[in-house]
């Protein structure tokens, strides 16, 4: 059973920056998809952006969801142990439990349902 964890959720201001990371009890991501959703209070989980190196979309290996693109970034680290998640000027609405999430393979896939792992979740405040 693949495990993932996430760190570096945590109270900041608006404006801030933070970064969160997802690891995995794998010797590596190498075969997989690793992906970020979030939920804030009160609302569906939702995509943010995913990563594999097996993906190359317009010379990168990652995708967003389009609302979020430019202020969030994924990066995979090398060795390919961990998956960053990048919030750069965050806002209040920024606020939700984020969670790491991975599929086998290479896949272009926004819903929670095509990825079979996930982590537990690290909770973000970002206040106003």
């Known amino acids: 059973q693949v495990q993932l964890k996430e760190t570096g959720g945590g109270l900041i201001q608006a404006g801030e920056s933070l970064t969160l990371s997802c690891t995995t009890s794998e010797r590596s991501f190498d075969g997989f998809t690793v992906a970020w959703f979030r939920r804030a209070p009160g609302k569906e989980r939702e995509f943010v952006a995913a990563?594999?190196?097996?993906?190359?979309?317009?010379?990168?290996?990652?995708y967003y969801e389009e609302s979020l693109k430019g202020r969030f970034t994924i990066v995979g680290s090398d060795p390919a142990d961990t998956v960053n998640l990048r919030v750069n000027n965050a806002l209040p609405e920024d606020t939700a439990v984020y969670y790491c999430?991975?599929?086998?393979?290479?896949?272009?896939?926004?819903?929670?349902?095509?990825?079979?792992?996930w982590g537990q979740g690290t909770r973000v405040n970002v206040s106003s």
């Open positions: 990563f594999s190196t097996k993906i190359h979309l317009n010379g990168d290996n990652a």
């Open positions: 999430a991975a599929a086998q393979g290479a896949v272009l896939a926004t819903r929670p349902k095509d990825y079979e792992y």
